[in-house]
């Protein structure tokens, strides 16, 4: 992944808001760089998908990102995100 494709990855793990470490990358802001922090929301969101939870971003996590999926995830309420 180059550093746009970390920033639009960013921006939807912010923007889907699943947790305390999306919050910390939403401070943080989009910066392309693939560091502790957004592997960390990565692994946030992908475990409340059900998505093997290793910071990678695979296929699935990137399907599941790209259909903005929506609703509620073990009782998280998440919203739509365009990518």
Do not use: H
Request: aromatic share 6%; charged share 15%; net charge positive.
């Amino acid at each position: 992944m180059d550093n746009e494709d970390v920033r639009v990855l960013q921006i939807a793990l912010i923007r889907a808001n699943m947790g305390p470490q999306a919050v910390k990358l939403g401070v943080t802001g989009a910066t392309g760089y693939f560091g502790p922090l957004t592997k960390k929301a990565l692994i946030e969101y992908q475990s409340a998908f059900g998505i093997p939870s290793d910071g990678v971003f695979t296929l699935a996590t990137r399907n599941a990102l790209s259909k903005g999926v929506a609703g509620e995830v073990k009782g998280v309420s998440t919203t739509s995100v365009p990518v």
